[in-house]
């Protein structure tokens, strides 16, 4: 069983930073892509990053390339999300996933097999 746990998020004003950390358990870690997600109220949940397994390959939303960076250490089990000049409408909650292994890095959600329950991150002055 694979657990994921996001912290980090919190209140920013716009133009302002933040960073997320999805630790996880599990040994599949360091062998699966893995993504981040957010949920704005009233929206459905979007894609935002993505990282290979072995941290090579990084894919982003329109929405946030530029801005946020995707990064893991899998000696420690854990995928970040560096996010910088963040935006009125970054706000959401904040999702870490694994995605399955046959996949590789993917912006689809329904190939994801673990989530994390999510972070809030709320911009605002």
């Known amino acids: 069983q694979v657990q994921l746990v996001e912290s980090g998020g919190g209140l920013v004003q716009p133009g302002g930073s933040l960073r997320l950390s999805c630790a996880a358990s599990?040994?599949?870690?360091?062998?699966?892509?893995m993504g981040w997600f957010r949920q704005a109220p009233g929206k459905e949940r979007e894609f935002v990053a993505v990282?290979?397994?072995?941290?090579?390959?990084?894919y982003y939303s329109d929405s946030v390339k530029g801005r946020f960076t995707i990064s893991r250490d899998n000696a420690k089990n854990t995928v970040y999300l560096q996010m910088n000049s963040l935006k009125f409408e970054d706000t959401a909650v904040y999702y870490c996933?694994?995605?399955?292994?046959?996949?590789?890095?993917?912006?689809?959600?329904?190939?994801?097999?673990?989530w994390g329950r999510g972070t809030q991150v709320s911009v605002s002055s």
């Open positions: 990282i290979s397994a072995s941290g090579s390959i990084t």
């Open positions: 599990g040994s599949i870690f360091s062998i699966n892509a």
């Open positions: 996933a694994v995605a399955n292994s046959a996949w590789g890095v993917t912006r689809r959600a329904d190939v994801y097999d673990y």
